[in-house]
């Protein structure tokens, strides 16, 4: 390519990644659907055990119109770098009316040598009270954060 478009490339990638904290500082990880929204938020340290083992608190900020319930799924998960696969560390799920942060207290796992990267998706869908069940939302994962055990 010519030195010309390479350089509009290159400013064009700048703004672009200079626009993206902003969306993330908002609801970049927000997902809505049919009255409801739910947001997987990063997870964040609670407390240290008698026995010396972290716990993590998976919260899920959510808010739903009145006469609306949200059925969500979570997943956690600890990122590893290929060629290993994620570790899936456990699911739950949670029905929700009105406005609440969840909160969902986890062991640290120590899966590894260092620090464990945790993270967690979530997807739901909405059931209304006269009846209407939307579908599925697709899986919206949070950020993830490192923990030493
Ligand atoms: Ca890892
Ligand atoms: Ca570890």
């Not at 997902?31 to 409801?36: A, F, K």
């Not at 083992?53 to 919260?59: G, I």
């Not at 062991?107 to 009846?131: A, C, H, M, P, W």
């Amino acid at each position: 390519m010519t030195l010309a478009t390479n350089t509009r490339r290159i400013v064009a990638g700048a703004i672009a990644a200079a626009a993206l904290p902003v969306a993330a500082a908002s609801s970049a990880f927000a997902v809505s659907t049919s009255g409801c929204t739910a947001t997987p938020l990063t997870p964040e340290y609670a407390y240290t055990q008698a026995n010396g083992v972290k716990v993590l608190n998976y919260k899920i900020a959510v808010t739903c119109s009145s006469g609306r319930t949200a059925h969500i799924t979570q997943e956690r998960w600890e990122e590893d770098d290929w060629p290993n696969g994620d570790d899936h560390l456990g699911t739950s799920t949670f029905s929700v009316r009105g406005s609440t942060t969840l909160n969902n207290y986890r062991t640290l796992v120590d899966g590894e040598i260092g620090q464990e990267e945790v993270f967690q998706k979530i997807r739901f869908y909405v059931v209304s009270d006269n009846g209407v069940v939307s579908g599925w939302t697709g899986w919206h994962t949070s950020a993830t954060r490192s923990f030493y055990n």
